[in-house]
Antibody
Framework: QAQLVQSGAEVKQPGASVKVSCKASGYTFTTYGISWVRQAPGQGLEWMGWISSYNGDTHYPQKLQGRVTMTTDTSTTTAYMELRSLRSDDTAIYYC????????????????WGQGTLVTVSS | DIQMTQSPSSLSASVGDRVTITCRASQTISSFLNWYQQKPGKAPNLLIYAVSNLQSGVPPRFSGSGSGTDFTLTISSLQPEDFATYYCQQTSRNPLTFGGGTKVEIK
């Protein structure tokens, strides 16, 4: 069955970077995209961006432009999310989720999710 | 950004109750509206996509409706496993945004 398995928890200092991985299995990696969503402690869900696993096209929210980079490695069917210049309010659980292959596809929804990776930013 | 407003933010209900959660978008989003269920310590789970389409494996007691800016999620007969937090999501425009969530608790 299709699944996404994420890397383990991270603790980072303010100003550092973090790179979270998301390994896909059970489906053809290059026929779907990957989105990242985060959830601060006790809070709601925030979309962080999307990448096409086929051609590397990306879309990010303006709020995170310049601070987030999403990549994929088709040889290992793994997606990555790197967030730079970490602040305390970046402390959250980070989820990857399977998304449509093309930004213009319809319908658009996240049908499979990783288990989440806790990133703690603290000095 | 499109703001998604859910109501209520929490509710208490009994097993067997009919439960309705509403989601209002700050501008029209056509049918680009999804619903997710999240249980404590778990990732969200897709329930309904494109307003009213039931995701595979989701029980038919869940249904969705609406168009434009106003949408609803209905649970026809609440079951013990349905106690969770529910989120709506719009996928009409970047940034994709979620509602603030509705926590469904046991009465």
């Amino acid at each position: 069955q299709a699944q996404l398995v994420q890397s383990g928890a991270e603790v980072k200092q303010p100003g550092a970077s973090v790179k979270v991985s998301c390994k896909a299995s059970g489906y053809t990696f290059t026929t779907y995209g990957i989105s990242w969503v985060r959830q601060a402690p006790g809070q709601g869900l925030e979309w962080m961006g999307w990448i096409s696993s086929y051609n590397g096209d990306t879309h990010y929210p303006q709020k995170l432009q310049g601070r987030v980079t999403m990549t994929t490695d088709t040889s290992t069917t793994t997606a990555y999310m790197e967030l730079r210049s970490l602040r305390s309010d970046d402390t959250a659980i980070y989820y990857c989720a399977r998304a449509p292959l093309k930004w213009e596809d319809s319908p658009w929804a996240f049908d499979i999710w990783g288990q989440g990776t806790l990133v703690t930013v603290s000095s | 950004d499109i703001q998604m407003t859910q109501s209520p933010s929490s509710l208490s209900a009994s097993v067997g109750d009919r439960v309705t959660i509403t989601c209002r978008a700050s501008q029209t989003i056509s049918s680009f509206l999804n619903w997710y269920q999240q249980k404590p310590g778990k990732a969200p789970n897709l329930l309904i996509y494109a307003v009213s389409n039931l995701q595979s494996g989701v029980p038919p007691r869940f249904s969705g409706s609406g168009s434009g800016t106003d949408f609803t999620l209905t649970i026809s007969s609440l079951q013990p496993e349905d106690f969770a937090t529910y989120y709506c999501q719009q996928t009409s425009r970047n940034p994709l945004t979620f509602g603030g969530g509705t926590k469904v608790e046991i009465k």
